[in-house]
């Protein structure tokens, strides 16, 4: 199975300038780290540079076109493809956890999305694709109100490819 792991505001934002634009949803980090332990987390370079090191208890897979990088505790491919059938030999479910371009590459192979909404708008340089409601259904939705932790209100849905 592969699965989306991501965090999208209201206008389809992901990132900005190599940072998520909102800060401040811990639910939200729990909730990414519950879904991510230990399954292969398969992830683009900018993504990785954002993080700034492995993601600990996952296999971390980076793809790159740069033959020569590398950093500890990661592997590396040169294209989605190969960090998928990478990552399948490991384990049976996939995360993929960004960035844009890589969501949309894989987005053929997605069965599930673990989908964040933030209910709020942000300036940004990096977008998830859109979805087709005739290809994805809603399965679960769980708001969470902003509060004193939580700078915006967000939801967690679960869509899984119909």
């Known amino acids: 199975m592969v699965s989306f792991v991501v965090a999208v505001a209201e206008n389809g934002v992901i990132g900005n300038k190599g940072d998520l634009p909102w800060s401040k949803l811990p639910d939200d980090l729990r909730h990414f780290k519950r879904l991510t332990q230990g399954h292969p987390v398969v992830m683009g370079r900018r993504t990785f540079d954002s993080l700034g090191k492995a993601l600990p208890n996952r296999t971390n897979i980076v793809i790159t076109r740069q033959a020569d990088w590398s950093a500890p505790g990661c592997e590396t491919a040169p294209s989605v493809q190969a960090a998928l059938e990478r990552a399948r030999a490991i384990d049976e479910e996939v995360c993929v956890i960004g960035g844009g371009e890589i969501y949309r590459e894989a987005l053929p192979a997605a069965d599930v999305i673990y989908l964040t909404e933030v209910h709020h708008t942000f300036e940004g340089d990096a977008f998830f694709p859109e979805l087709s409601p005739s290809e994805w259904r809603e399965e679960t939705r ?16 679960t869509l899984r490819r119909r």
């Open 142 to 157: 769980e708001r969470h109100e902003a509060d004193e932790r939580h700078a915006y209100a967000f939801s967690f849905v």
